[in-house]
């Protein structure tokens, strides 16, 4: 009688157990894109806290200080940039439409250059041999048009939104503050929450740390060094709005795939058409030696082996965060794999040794 009465017990405390847990996510969801976010700059600047703490000797005025920082530094130079390239959108959205309605055939622009014409050809061959009818007209004025609506919604959603983007920053601002000055006591609790052995446990969480600082900070370090490289490109080549295509690189170099090739390439292309063949080659050496090589130089040296994940996998993953929770899955995908290969890790020696 007292084994079944411990056994209800038992199924009653998980129940309630999951039950709070499920009505915990409810109440955290709306923010859960902020709560990520703060985790990861905390997680990131967590070594610059402990510097300010050690001159301040104390963990509020630490917490302050670098809070500030990365509110001067980073949030709020962020904010005025999106600003003001949404601006510079709105000014450069009637120049796109208008040049693309001035294109009557799209076709007949790409056969008046030669390089362009032999691609051309010999990828509607391709497609006649697996009999594949393809109105290159449409395909591309469509890509075009739903290039220009995403970010038409996205800078409209900017202003349209206003007052929960200043309510969410907030929010992030004081979780960054509170998740430096109580980190400890917060890391306390998780870490005797994992039923793990100690030395699982610091192996889990020293891998997982090590690639949150890896992948953000190389993603981040790596699209700033080509969104910088990009917008000199563009400047001397002449490329109106060149601030706004830079930061469009910026974003791109996040991407997986193509990274910051998916921008300065039809740029190159744009330059043969207007700036003339020697420009348009000039522009397309510069972007494959200066724009597209920094990344095999950053990334290297710092992500290292911290992501000890084959490519391929990577990028179905990141991908699918993509598609699960946008632009944060970029950073969140990567972090989920080394978790994930860090418990198969510890479950080969648990289990199959």
């Known amino acids: 009688m007292k084994d079944i009465s411990i056994q209800v017990g038992n199924i009653f405390f998980f129940l309630s157990l999951l039950f709070f847990l499920f009505l915990s996510y409810l109440l955290f969801e709306p923010f859960f894109k902020v709560i990520v976010i703060s985790i990861l700059l905390a997680v990131i600047f967590y070594p610059l806290n402990q510097f300010f703490e050690r001159i301040f000797k104390s963990s509020f005025f630490a917490s302050f200080f670098t809070t500030f920082i990365l509110l001067s530094f980073i949030i709020i130079p962020s904010i005025f940039l999106v600003v003001f390239l949404s601006n510079e959108f709105l000014a450069l959205y009637p120049v796109i439409v208008s040049n693309i309605s001035k294109l009557k055939n799209i076709e007949n622009v790409i056969n008046s250059i030669p390089v362009l014409q032999y691609i051309h050809q010999k990828f509607l061959l391709f497609l006649q041999t697996l009999n594949i009818q393809l109105d290159l007209d449409n395909v591309l004025r469509n890509i075009l048009n739903r290039i ?107 991407l997986p795939i193509g990274g910051a090739s998916l921008v300065w390439i039809p740029v190159a292309i744009y330059t043969f058409f207007t700036k003339g063949i020697i420009t348009g080659i000039l522009f397309t050496l510069y972007g494959t030696l200066i724009i597209s090589t920094v990344d095999n130089i950053i990334k290297p040296i710092v992500i290292g082996d911290k992501t000890n994940i084959h490519p391929m996998i990577l990028v179905f993953a990141i991908l699918g965060g993509l598609n699960l929770v946008g632009f944060l899955g970029v950073f969140l995908a990567p972090i989920i794999l080394v978790l994930l290969d860090n418990l198969l890790v510890i479950y080969k020696e648990r289990y199959i040794r």
């Open 148 to 254: 220009l609506s995403f970010f038409v919604s996205q800078t409209k959603s900017i202003f349209f939104n206003i007052t929960l983007f200043v309510f969410n920053l907030v929010m992030m601002i004081i979780t960054i503050f509170f998740l430096f000055k109580d980190g400890k006591f917060l890391y306390k609790r998780v870490y005797e929450l994992i039923p793990l052995s100690v030395e699982e446990k610091d192996f889990l969480i020293s891998k997982t740390y090590k690639a949150i600082q890896g992948v953000v900070l190389g993603s981040v370090l790596t699209a700033v060094a080509q969104g910088i490289l990009s917008f000199i490109g563009y400047f001397f080549i002449g490329l109106e709005f060149s601030l706004f295509w830079a930061f469009v690189t910026f974003l791109a170099a996040f």
